[in-house]
């Protein structure tokens, strides 16, 4: 029987939960808990038709719930099983609640001004993720901390080129304004679904910068941690897939949905697992 964590997991169809389920026991139950809090966390801006006022409320009961799970205390059996799974794998706080902080910027911003401004939210919705799952994994070398961070800008900088259109559907623009007032398109330009020379430029220089934060994962792991990260490069690997599809598709997501497809994520979580499952 699935516990409330795993079964949030599963529902989500998180590429991750393909990686997860290869874990040890321990892990993959302390994994699929802060899975299950992340997920729960993004639930409160996605999902429903709810003024942000009441989100803004909704996020701030969840972080005192979360301060209060800290101890034990909270109305929400998730955060109190949280509580133990920090306390056994020595988790900062800070990650927990710097998410937070990321899901109340979509709240405040519709739009970020300059690449500064996107990878700082890049950060605290993305990175800090990895810095929870990197101490459940295990490490030996404080370079994994790094691998951790740039791993979450290429992943949270793949979905926003994967997500362009959908994004724009419901009011939110992540392409930062000086790189598109840089290569001329315009907020407009997106609502207009309008795919020209200048989208595809922009969209190859956030493709570019990507790419570089993969490169930047990839020097900072060590490798005799590598067996350990096994999960996040199974990650890591399957959202260089659709990076690579986003290229071959030239970014066109404004006909389709570009995606790996569940069996791909199967396989290639399976194909990593392997690679290091005899040193893990």
Not at 116 to 134: F, N, P, Q
Not at 146 to 156: K, M, P, R, V, W
Not at 242 to 247: A, F
Request: net charge negative; glycine share 4%; proline share 2%.
């Amino acid at each position: 029987m699935l516990t409330e964590q795993h079964e949030i997991s599963k529902q989500s169809k998180s590429s991750f939960y393909y990686a997860l389920n290869l874990l040890p026991e321990e892990k993959r139950d302390a994994m699929h808990t802060v899975y299950a809090f992340c997920r729960k966390t993004d639930d409160i801006i996605d999902e429903g038709n709810i003024p942000d006022d009441i989100r803004y409320e909704q996020l701030r009961k969840w972080r005192v719930e979360l301060e209060k799970g800290l101890y034990g205390n909270s109305d929400f059996s998730l955060l109190n099983k949280l509580s133990t799974i920090i306390k056994k794998f020595n988790i900062p706080f800070e990650p927990f609640f710097e998410l937070i902080k990321g899901m109340e910027m979509d709240l405040q911003k519709r739009s970020y001004v300059t690449v500064d401004d996107l990878m700082e939210y890049c950060y605290y919705v993305a990175s800090t993720v990895g810095l929870m799952c990197i101490e459940i994994f295990g490490y030996k070398n404080k370079s994994a901390v790094d691998f951790a961070i740039n791993l979450g800008y290429a992943l949270q900088l793949t979905n926003i080129m994967r997500d362009v259109k959908v994004d724009a559907e419901i009011g939110r623009i992540y392409l930062p304004s000086d790189l598109m007032t840089k290569f001329g398109y315009s907020e407009k330009d997106i609502f207009a679904n309008n795919y020209n020379s200048n989208y595809l430029a922009l969209m190859n220089e956030l493709s570019t910068r990507a790419h570089d934060y993969f490169d930047k994962a990839n020097e900072n792991l060590d490798f005799e941690d590598k067996p350990a990260m096994f999960a996040a490069r199974a990650m890591q690997h399957i959202y260089f897939n659709l990076l690579k599809k986003l290229e071959k598709k030239e970014f066109n997501v404004f006909e389709e949905r570009i995606n790996v497809s569940k069996l791909q994520k199967t396989g290639i979580a399976l194909g990593v697992w392997a690679k290091y499952s005899l040193v893990y």
